[in-house]
């Protein structure tokens, strides 16, 4: 079975500033889909960005952007010019290509701002 | 777009009593709908998952049932309520493309 582990329960970073959340996973299959996604205080989750693993190129979405290391099972999220508003829970994802509906979530890593 | 509905938004319910959390969906058609749980300081449980009307998938055993009476619908039930029910339950859809889910903004359930 997949597994998605988040190493990191508690990060934070000055406004402004750049941080990095890891994220590893365990598959023995080639091809399936990576994502992050973000829950606010308001509690609802939202995709901030996802990759496919076929693809070499890493996913860029704005301030946010992707490490994926496919031969190391790694898919760390880089947020660049940290804001305030990006204080959050932030939760990796695993989806299987086949067959198999699950998204499998890590635990999560509380990210807080410094002003 | 589509959009996620759930109600009710807080639950307080006593041990033994019965749960009905809806979940509807707007702007999009024959989704795939999907239960999780989010218990404090863990990440998110898949319990059901459906890819029609009718049809439910359960992942984890236990005393909590789903049912989806239409295409848009998903209702996640209870006929007695445990301790252990206590948490945050969203509701998510996945219309295609690549997997991503879209979630509602969840239901928060405390079982006194």
């Known amino acids: 079975a997949q597994t998605v582990t988040q190493s990191q329960p508690e990060m934070s970073v000055q406004e402004a500033e750049t941080v990095t959340l890891s994220c590893t996973y365990d598959?023995?299959?080639?091809?399936?889909?990576l994502f992050w996604y973000k829950q606010p205080p308001s509690r609802q989750m939202i995709l901030v960005i996802r990759q496919e693993a076929y693809k070499q190129q890493n996913a860029t979405e704005n301030r946010f952007s992707v490490n994926f290391q496919k031969a190391a099972k790694s898919f760390s999220l880089k947020i660049s010019d940290s804001q305030l508003g990006d204080a959050a829970m932030y939760f990796c994802?695993?989806?299987?290509?086949?067959?198999?509906?699950?998204?499998?979530f890590g635990t999560g890593t509380r990210l807080t701002i410094i002003p | 777009s589509q959009t996620i509905h759930q109600w009710p938004a807080t639950l307080v319910q006593p041990v033994g009593s019965p749960l009905s959390l809806e979940c509807t969906v707007e702007g999009t058609s024959n989704p795939n709908l999907y239960w999780y749980r989010q218990a404090a300081g863990r990440g998110l449980q898949l319990l059901f998952y459906s890819v029609g009307i009718g049809q439910i998938s359960s992942e984890v055993p236990q005393n909590l049932s789903a049912s989806r009476p239409q295409d848009r619908q998903f209702i996640l039930s209870s006929k007695k309520l445990l301790l252990s029910d206590s948490g945050f339950y969203l509701c998510?859809?996945?219309?295609?493309?690549?997997?991503?889910?879209?979630f509602g903004e969840g239901s928060r359930l405390t079982v006194l």
């Open positions: 598959t023995s299959e080639s091809d399936y889909y």
């Open positions: 998510a859809c996945r219309t295609g493309g690549i997997g991503e889910l879209f």
């Open positions: 994802a695993y989806r299987s290509v086949f067959g198999n509906e699950k998204l499998t």
